[in-house]
């Protein structure tokens, strides 16, 4: 419905007047001329950068992973034919166009999360144009590999029109952007960036808002089993989620010693949940419960379905005798429930007129050798210190340790710096360039829940490359780009670049 939403509006803008303000002629004619020229030869690309699997491995680097070397390899080879600039600094590719010394930044990255191959129709890194007609699927094409290869035929298209640059325009792939940010951080204290910056990993029109990406962590410390004779139905296990910025598709649950009554109110309360799909395996004395929902980008949980949290909701029907799996439930359903703004956890939650509310979500919820680690995401808005945050947050755990005369071991927080960007010189441009190629009139900056690398550049704003109001899939199984929409970044980078790099 969100979808059919945006759509209904862009139309009706469409009839609206535009912008008074127009792009030069350049930059509309150039950017026609990109996507008559390159469409093809775009999904080319896209698909083989999609094909290397360029997730973060314990142990590698950019320079030593199989699956890195060959990416870094595409890009160059990319780069040659394309006749842009290519340098590798390891964690960093630098592209670029022109030799001015003032540039125009654009900030990306090669790196993608993992994906689950039992939840994509297909091979998540083989790109599919198939299964759903009018859709690019695989990882990575919404998160960044698409605005990588737009990018590179924007640059390509501006340089085949032979237009002068007053700016050198110079894409930066980073390839932890997903696990760790201190390479970068490394890197730019010996890099002289942009004066000005676009971040393409976000949303349209403009955002100038971010929220911390921020965490609490937990361990459940093992229990003392109860002894055989107790013929009680006990909740043995409990876990889900796959990665921590990813709302969690999947959870399970195993029990023992559940009757037939307790059997048939637990798949009855099962039916109940909506958006939610449950399977019901008996193993002997076991009864394992598979939990299905809708993964989702951490930093938008209000997008899918908590496979976790609504197992958790589904098991507090009844009392389970006092084990690690059952106090983990218990922790989840009582301090997160089904709500998604922190609305059960101690006074942690508030909101920002402007960023929104405070967002927390149970994503990662598994079994370590010191117990059950609970892994839960954060995105945090402006108003609250992180050590007032830090005192909400204990306050709250001690409550619930004192209700359930337990300990919780290893308590682990962190708070991420919200970030706002209220008057970079480039902001009215960007929106510019998204009125005229949208025919939404008047389009105002807007906040996210995400963290990008933005954080770290001067004057950087985030331009794409999904459009406001549709659901971000970059973090979910299938993600998807359409292609309607990769012809349509093609036109808006392109635009974009020349407005703010070529001589006026």
């Known amino acids: 419905m969100k979808q059919i939403a945006v759509a209904l509006s862009l139309i009706i803008a469409s009839i609206q007047p535009l912008s008074a303000q127009a792009l030069m002629p350049q930059s509309a004619s150039t950017a026609d001329y ?50 842009l600039d290519y340098s590798d600094h390891g964690y960093v590719i630098l592209i670029g166009l022109g030799n001015s010394k003032k540039k125009l930044g654009v900030i990306t990255h090669g790196d993608v999360q993992p994906a689950n191959p039992q939840l994509w129709k297909s091979n998540p890194f083989v790109v599919d144009m198939t299964s759903e007609p009018g859709k690019l699927i695989g990882r990575g094409t919404e998160d960044d590999k698409g605005a990588i290869v737009t990018a590179m035929y924007a640059m390509k298209s501006i340089q085949d029109k032979g237009l002068v640059l007053d700016r050198r325009i110079e894409l930066m792939v980073y390839f932890a952007e997903e696990t760790d940010w201190d390479p970068l951080r490394a890197f730019l204290k010996n890099y002289t960036p942009a004066d000005i910056n676009i971040t393409i990993d976000a949303e349209y029109p403009v955002v100038t ?22 013929k009680r139905a006990r909740l043995d296990s409990f876990s889900g989620g796959a990665f921590s910025s990813q709302i969690p598709q999947q959870a399970q649950a195993e029990l023992s010693g559940v009757g037939d009554e307790l059997h048939a109110v637990l798949k009855a309360q099962a039916e109940l949940q909506r958006g939610m799909q449950y399977r019901f395996d008996s193993d002997g004395d076991a009864l394992i419960i598979f939990a299905d929902g809708k993964a989702a980008h951490s930093s938008a949980p209000e ?18 005798p006092k084990s690690q799996a059952a106090l983990t439930q218990s922790f989840i359903h009582e ?23 405070m967002t927390l979500a149970p994503t990662v919820i598994k079994q370590t050798k010191g117990g059950t680690e609970v892994v839960m995401n954060l995105r945090r808005p402006t108003g609250k210190t992180p050590e007032l945050l830090d005192k909400q947050t204990l306050n709250a755990l001690n409550d619930w340790q004192d209700k359930h005369e337990t300990e919780l071991i290893d308590i682990d927080t962190y708070w991420g710096a919200p970030m706002v960007m209220d008057d970079a010189p480039h902001q009215d441009t960007l929106l510019k360039v998204f009125s005229h190629f949208t025919g939404v009139k008047d389009p105002k900056p807007v906040a996210i829940g995400g963290s990008t690398n933005s954080k770290l550049f001067p004057n950087a704003l985030s331009f794409g ?15 998807f ?11 808006m980078y392109t635009a974009a670049f020349i407005e703010l790099a070529a001589e006026k």
């Open 303 to 320: 997008d899918g379905v908590n496979a976790v949290t609504h197992l958790a909701e589904l098991l507090s029907i009844h009392h389970w």
């Open 209 to 230: 808002a971010e929220k911390g990406w921020s965490k609490i962590n937990v361990v459940i410390p093992p229990q003392e089993s109860a002894p055989m004779s107790d």
């Open 481 to 491: 780009m359409t292609h309607e929409q990769f012809m349509l970044n093609l036109k």
């Open 34 to 83: 990109a996507v008559k020229t390159y469409e093809v030869k775009m999904v080319e690309s896209l698909t083989k950068l999609v094909s290397y699997k360029t997730v973060s491995a314990e142990g590698y680097t950019p320079d030593t992973h199989p699956e890195f070397i060959g990416f870094k390899r595409e890009l160059s080879q990319l780069s040659q034919k394309l006749g």
């Open 335 to 357: 301090m997160v429930g089904l709500g998604i703004y922190a609305e059960q956890f101690g006074e942690i939650g508030y909101k920002d007129d402007f960023m929104g509310s």
């Open 465 to 479: 490359p999904t459009m406001p109001g549709v659901e971000y899939t970059g973090h979910t199984e299938n993600e």
